[in-house]
């Protein structure tokens, strides 16, 4: 089965400065989706940016963008000029691409435990 | 706005009962998805619905069960309920390709007195 790790319960930056959000990730299939999720105090989770493992470069949305390095299996974000409203909780995930070839397979997504940020202005 | 909406936002009952959760996934999307956040065990997935068909359980009890209907909305029904069922449940709902995101409803937080 395939399991997230988010080794950072919390993280904490400045307005305007960069922070990185670590998560790594094991699975044995080849091909997959990786995605970062934000659930800010409101609850609702947003998505921020997805990954697919068959492609080199990393993804880009923004402020926000990924090193996705395939051998090491880590999936860390990296948000920009941080601003106040990125303030949430950060959620790693995986998303099997081949689960139809497993008994029992599903496309859900498994997620890590989570990264609190704090932006302080 | 997600198009995913989850009914009712707020829930509060007694240990011992029943109680009935409902998501009306997007428009079109075939796949729906319950997940269970807490703050020891995070977003646990529960159970997969695919046009009414159950496709895959994950860490779900056996006193919760859920169904999908014809018109593909879905019912998630938690009975017996203890103190630890207290929890936000998450739908989500997604289309037939895999690379399709997930999107989520706004969750139901229940609290079990």
């Known amino acids: 089965a395939q399991t997230v790790t988010q080794s950072q319960p919390e993280m904490s930056v400045q307005e305007a400065e960069t922070v990185t959000l670590s998560c790594t990730y094991d699975t044995s299939e080849s091909d997959y989706y990786l995605f970062w999720y934000k659930q800010p105090p409101s609850r609702q989770m947003i998505l921020v940016i997805r990954?697919?493992?068959?492609?080199?470069q990393n993804a880009t949305e923004n402020r926000f963008s990924v090193n996705f390095q395939k051998a090491a299996k880590s999936f860390s974000l990296k948000i920009s000029d941080s601003q106040l409203g990125d303030a949430a909780m950060y959620f790693c995930a995986y998303r099997s691409a081949t689960w139809f070839l497993t008994q029992g397979g599903s496309e859900k997504l498994v997620f890590g435990k989570g990264t609190k940020l704090t932006v302080n202005p | 706005d997600s198009g995913v909406t989850q009914t009712p936002k707020h829930l509060i009952t007694a240990t011992g009962q029943r109680v009935t959760l409902r998501c009306s996934p997007r428009s079109g999307d075939l796949s729906v998805y319950w997940y269970q956040q807490s703050l020891d065990q995070g977003l646990q997935f529960l159970i997969q619905y695919y046009n009414g068909e159950e496709r895959a359980k994950g860490n779900i009890l056996e006193r919760f069960s859920a169904q999908q209907f014809p018109d593909l909305h879905s019912e998630l029904n938690l009975s017996s309920l203890e103190l630890g069922d207290s929890a936000l449940y998450f739908c989500?709902?997604?289309?037939?390709?895999?690379?399709?995101?997930?999107?989520f409803g706004s969750g139901t937080q229940l609290s079990v007195l």
């Open positions: 989500a709902s997604s289309r037939v390709a895999t690379n399709e995101k997930l999107f």
């Open positions: 990954q697919e493992a068959y492609k080199q």
